[in-house]
């Protein structure tokens, strides 16, 4: 794909430039999109682009914010299979020029950018950024996003120990395979029902494309992939992903079904995901919760999650949304 200059503003002195991988200022985007300093040097760019292929997450929609002939800001699209989004831009905090002239390139960049998403065939694109006030913050709402809420980052020892939480029912076990996965989908859609977790996020996607978007989390292994059941009912479900490079399992999704809350099944989806992943070598396990979930922050807490900081979530979603 040729590098294509968009003007998207009144302003002649700023263009939006979508990069193809053999521009001058391809790599210079792309750390500058990643606030230079989550990778670097030419391996690591490298390692990035050839783990989001195998994940089959597209990674060629990068654009770049330019005024007078100068690159000031740049965001890269990553879609995942299940179509959605996550556009990775810089929060602008480090940029010492003209903050007015930095934000309305970015809002425009951002437009931009979830046309051409919402083209190729995203339905929800989401955005992070720090929870202070960022100059990003003010260009994310400028170019239609919303925000959705705020999400607590936490973390624990694998090895730490667990809490005794008296009894739990006695549950059986099942792990992901194509065979089955029509009960994994049930066991999701159930557990959505008045869940506290981003609920403005129930029903925007389909069920199948929810689950085809967990498998581009990490790196999918399906014996990672859990759902707890009494015969043919299930009750729960959790989903883990060893994060690239590390030593860490990230609790992708986990969720109770309604009628079954408050019994102990959190508990024994926690104590059956550590299990498993301390079987796996992981040291430590990761997850992120929105802080309005009161009840699931209890339960995290009893588990002995130490916070490892916060993120503002943004979203925009196509109008076939629900379709």
Not at 133 to 156: D, H, K, N, W
């Amino acid at each position: 794909m040729n590098s294509t200059t968009i003007l998207d503003s009144p302003r002649t002195d700023i263009q939006i430039v979508q990069l193809s991988r053999d521009h001058a200022d391809f790599r210079l985007a792309l750390e500058t999109a990643l606030e230079a300093g989550w990778c670097r040097g030419p391996t690591s760019i490298q390692h990035f682009l050839e783990d989001n292929d195998q994940r089959k997450i597209q990674s060629d929609l990068i654009f770049a914010a330019y005024a007078g002939g100068a690159m000031i800001t740049s965001l890269v699209v990553l879609e995942s299979p299940g179509r959605a989004a996550l556009i990775v831009c810089p929060s602008g905090l480090l940029w010492h020029g003209d903050r007015d002239l930095w934000q309305g390139a970015a809002t425009r960049m951002l437009r931009v950018a979830s046309r051409s998403a919402f083209e190729r065939g995203s339905i929800l694109l989401q955005i992070l950024t720090p929870p202070e006030e960022c100059p990003m913050c003010i260009s994310t709402l400028s170019a239609g996003f919303r925000r959705l809420t705020r999400l607590a980052y936490l973390v624990r020892d694998v090895n730490a120990s667990n809490p005794g939480m008296g009894k739990e029912p006695n549950l059986n076990w099942s792990v992901f395979d194509p065979q089955v996965r029509i009960f994994f989908e049930r066991t999701l859609e159930s557990s959505y029902a008045q869940s506290m977790d981003c609920p403005e996020l129930t029903g925007l996607r389909s069920i199948q494309d929810v689950l085809a978007g967990h498998t581009a989390t990490g790196h999918h292994d399906p014996r990672l992939w859990l759902v707890a059941s009494e015969g043919n009912h299930p009750l729960g479900i959790i989903l883990l992903s060893p994060i690239s490079g590390s030593q860490i399992v990230e609790v992708v999704y986990m969720g109770v079904a309604q009628p079954v809350r408050g019994i102990g099944v959190g508990n024994a989806l926690l104590r059956q995901g550590l299990l498993v992943a301390r079987s796996f070598g992981a040291m430590k396990m990761a997850l992120a919760v929105d802080v309005r979930n009161t009840p699931a922050r209890r339960l995290y807490e009893r588990w002995r999650f130490r916070t490892d900081g916060f993120r503002d979530a943004w979203i925009a979603t196509h109008e076939n949304a629900k379709s």
